[in-house]
């Protein structure tokens, strides 16, 4: 039998020929793979030799030819397809191994790969009698069934045939983005007229949101995702709801930099957040924000957890999920022995999104990522008092904290420390008094947030009683100046953004 072997990525490689011409299998190779094989020690057949045309065009044409597509794609059922193999002196090819070019990872003209998606497509087609091969992690079992069975069976075929459709499909789709990626259009512009989502499931997860769902984590077949480096170093494993929460918290916190920072997420919305001079302080005030709501929830820190920040952390309630960039020594140890559940990650920093996507009911909602577009430079303060600069650092941290909080949204900062968040509320009055409750008192002087502007002004006169000094708002309603003459008269200062930050 006569193997094909063109692979880009040459992990194992020199293996799997070895395995194959032990089994006396006939290998046919190119270009640089057949350097490898020649350099390894390995005899195998160049597929000039087989075409009777050499490469040309840099390559671009080697194995685009009837006498390795014909021993590719011949039905061995079908006798006039043996004869015509007959007829053409084309020998049959029983296993093609190839992998693309890393397009993905290095996007180019030169990296769009014309002959090995060819081989591989049609190999795959007629995987009833040829076998496929697209990745290294199956040459092993693949070298393991053709030494004890001589072939590789039915069961085999059909699912290496579904992995190498699977493989080009996001291959082309890798190419189809990075086409849309360059258009350089705003606006509406910037969503494409399609969307080629093709995934892979990366990691089982202990289950989905509830125990009787089923729960994964998939990224974009051939994609590498910052989650791929995340690292657990204790406790139970991981359910669809903790990475979910885990991705909220770890995307919060580094937007809170560059200043120590933590923040503290309950069912993907904020109970705790604060920065400081250092990472236990800031871990400290995070989690006096909302002790109760903090039990069970997920701590996210943009350093790494440091003995004092580890002894605050086993004093205070328990986490479900920690993440941060990394421990230091004795820290694990420490964290595990009071909390041996408590799953302790460690990550690098978030990755960006090209595009958000939301699964709805018979489709998909698609839109740019969320982003703080508006600026402090942007910010226009309209009231006859301006905030101070300690107050202006609360405003900032209110505006981040409101963003990321689901809507309405009324979070109330004082001295670096979120100090009252009231979440998806369907009244903006309410958020606010649920924000105002769980502040206490503690709010005087410092700031408050609301995620889209206020439509009364009964919403600032509860911001008013909670005893802040700022209020920040997008503004944009027809009642604009009455809330201006309202926060004057509350003796406040109000800045408008000119920016909602709507998150549901």
Known sequence: ??????????????????????????????????????????????????????????????????????????????????ADLLAQN????GLVVCNLYPFTSDPSIEMIDIGGPTMVRAAAKNHAHVGVVVDPAEYPAVLEELAREGLLGPETRR???????????AYDAAIVSWLDSGSGDEGAAALPGTLELRLERAQDLRYGENPHQQGARYR??????????????AGLPLSYLNLFDAAAAWQLVHELGPQPAVAIIKHANPCG??????????????????????????????????????????????ADVVIAPGYASG??????????????????????????????SGGFLVQQPYRFAATRADWRVVTKVAPTEEQWA?????????????????????????????????????AGEIAARKAAGRGKGGACATDAFYPFRDGL????????????????????????????????????????????
């Open 90 to 93: 084309i020998a049959a090819i």
């Open 331 to 360: 820290t694990l140890e420490a964290l595990v022995a009071k909390r041996k559940n408590t799953r302790l990650l460690q990550g690098p920093p978030p990755g960006d999104e090209a595009l958000h996507v939301r699964q709805i």
């Open 273 to 318: 957040a604060a920065v400081a001079g250092d990472l236990a302080t800031a871990y400290q005030l995070a989690y006096e924000c909302d002790e109760k709501s903090a039990f069970g929830g997920i701590v996210a820190l943009n350093r790494p957890v440091d003995g004092a920040t580890a002894s605050a952390m086993v004093a205070a309630a328990q």
């Open 1 to 82: 039998m006569r193997a094909l072997l063109s692979v880009y990525d040459k992990t194992g490689l020199v293996d799997l020929a070895r395995g194959l011409s032990r089994l006396g299998w006939e290998l046919v190779s190119s270009g640089g793979t057949a350097a490898a094989l020649n350099a390894a020690g390995v005899e195998c057949t160049p597929v000039e030799a087989v075409t009777g045309s050499p490469e040309m065009l840099g390559g671009r044409v080697k194995t685009l030819h009837p006498a390795i597509h014909g021993g590719i794609l011949a039905d061995r059922d079908r006798p006039e397809h043996v």
């Open 394 to 430: 609360d405003t900032e941290l209110a505006w981040k904290l409101a963003g990321y909080t689901k809507s309405n949204a009324v979070v109330l900062v004082a001295g670096g420390q979120a100090v009252g968040i009231g979440a998806g509320q369907q009244s903006r009055v309410d």
């Open 461 to 504: 006169d509860v911001a008013a009683a909670a005893g802040v000094g700022v209020v920040i708002q997008p503004g944009g309603s027809v009642r604009d100046q009455e809330l201006i003459d309202a926060a004057d008269e509350h003796g406040i200062a109000m800045v408008l953004t000119g920016e909602r930050q709507f998150r549901h």
């Open 220 to 233: 974009q077949l051939g994609a590498h995702s910052w989650w791929d480096d995340v690292v657990q170093h």
């Open 159 to 169: 699912r290496l045939a579904r992995a190498a459709f699977a493989h080009t499909a």
